[in-house]
């Protein structure tokens, strides 16, 4: 069973920078799709990122050319790095993986192709 582990998030000011963190346990992430996702309250959660089992990767237009999806194999884990933060990135963000390591096209970007879930950490970035 895949297990999926967030870290990373915090509290930074506008224009700061992070690096989130999703460890994977159960399986190697070398044979997963994966993505990110963020939520805030009230809100339905939004696709934010997206790493294809070969490699390719996929982001939000509100976050491209600042947000970066990477992958180490040998660490098992995914990881997405934030820069030129601002406040509307403010969110719990999410890893996680669908069921199918081969999702493409416009499914990658669907929360309910997705069945495995972290739990999430809270990015906050202040004005």
């Known amino acids: 069973q895949l297990q999926l582990v967030e870290s990373g998030g915090g509290l930074v000011q506008a224009g700061g920078s992070l690096r989130l963190s999703c460890a994977a346990s159960?399986?190697?992430?070398?044979?997963?799709?994966m993505g990110w996702f963020r939520q805030t309250a009230g809100k339905e959660r939004e696709f934010v990122s997206f790493i294809a089992w070969s490699g390719g990767t996929t982001y939000a237009d509100s976050v491209k050319g600042r947000f970066t999806i990477s992958r180490d194999n040998a660490k098992n884990r995914v990881f997405l790095q934030m820069n030129s933060l601002k406040p509307e990135d403010t969110a719990t963000y999410y890893c996680a993986a669908p069921r199918d390591p081969f999702l493409s096209g416009p499914y990658l970007v669907d929360d309910t192709r997705y069945t495995y879930w972290g739990q999430g950490t809270q990015v906050t970035v202040s004005s």
């Open positions: 159960g399986r190697t992430v070398s044979s997963l799709a």
